[in-house]
């Protein structure tokens, strides 16, 4: 799909004559609409697999008077997850061109705002800033919520007791939580890389040097955000790790609680089996079976050789 947008009035629209575009916004495209804006701008666009280049030569290079600088962003799918892809932004020197996959939130952010308020720019260049501002207030808001996750995990474990008519805690809700903030952690972090990397490379190739100054103060402004929302997502990293540490240590108490229950219990109802397998012996000279209180003998006999070991595992704080 080939959505085509203008600036009208410093508000962007959408435009039907490709001669007023600024921006064309590829979004799984066709082979036949990869081809009409090749030839409408007279460059080359990269394909998917070149897009999913991990070498840096491949995702920032100039070619063709355009600049090309591919990014990995994140997009929720259907069943509540999120999927990484690739990104292209092309920067010819009136155009941009974005180039993906999937449907990163932060772009729909962006067209919304951007036809409700006004922008300074005719070209694509502020076009590009402004998708990087939005991405990376997006990426900063991802980050918050996933800080807001772990806030509950991190109280249970360290800080509030579990009564006991609840139980145990959700250890497996925990890990999974856990889990599920880790990869998107990691994402981030891929994203936030690629961000700066290409943020970088457009400072380095402005397409218009008219307006440099402002330009370079936006860019700086991106850059330092990117730099804190990294610092913040490293911070994240190393508690996810701690969480993951601690709520392992916890099951592993957990479970040696458990093992030292049936360990006692064992060893509790060891000496009441012994009672009742010396009673139980067919042997015919038994004192005890011609006495009248020889079978509740037996049974006060078991009975004391289970409490007497109870007794004493509780004064030890063994139980």
């Not at 700086?220 to 990294?230: A, E, Q």
């Not at 709520?247 to 000496?271: C, W």
Request: charged residues 25%; aromatic residues 8%.
């Amino acid at each position: 799909m080939n959505t085509r947008y203008q600036i009208t009035e410093g508000r962007l629209l959408e435009s039907e004559d490709p001669g007023n575009t600024v921006w064309f916004d590829l979004h799984s495209p066709s082979r036949e609409e990869v081809i009409a804006v090749e030839k409408h701008l007279k460059i080359k666009l990269p394909t998917l697999e070149d897009m999913e280049e991990i070498e840096v030569s491949s995702r920032l290079y100039e070619e063709d008077g355009a600049v090309f600088m591919t990014v990995q962003l994140q997009a929720s799918t259907e069943e509540g997850n999120t999927r990484m892809g690739p990104v292209a932004f092309i920067l010819t020197t009136e155009k941009l061109v974005t180039i993906r996959y999937h449907d990163p939130r932060s772009i729909a952010i962006f067209v919304e705002r951007a036809k409700r308020h006004t922008f300074a720019g005719e070209d694509g260049e502020p076009v590009f800033l402004g998708l990087v501002e939005t991405i990376v207030d997006r990426l900063a808001d991802i980050i918050e919520r996933a800080g807001r996750n772990l806030l509950p995990i991190s109280q249970g474990i360290f800080r509030n007791p579990v009564p006991k008519a609840k139980g145990t805690r959700d250890y497996q809700l925990y890990l999974e939580t856990i889990g599920r903030t880790g990869d998107l952690i990691s994402d981030i972090l891929d994203s936030l890389m690629t961000l700066d990397r290409a943020v970088g490379y457009y400072l380095q190739h402005f397409v218009h040097q008219n307006d440099k100054e402002v330009k370079q103060t936006r860019v700086k402004t991106i850059t330092h955000d990117l730099h804190s929302i990294g610092d913040h997502a490293a911070i994240l990293s190393a508690k996810i790790t701690l969480l993951l540490d601690a709520t392992l240590g916890m099951i592993g108490i957990e479970q040696s609680a458990i093992i030292k229950i049936f360990s006692v219990a064992a060893v509790i109802f060891l000496p009441p089996m012994v009672v009742a397998s010396l009673y139980g012996m067919n042997f015919e000279f038994m004192p005890e079976l011609g006495w009248h209180l020889g079978y509740p003998f037996a049974i006060g006999l078991m009975i004391l050789s289970a409490v007497l070991p109870y007794g004493f595992f509780k004064r030890k704080g063994w139980l």
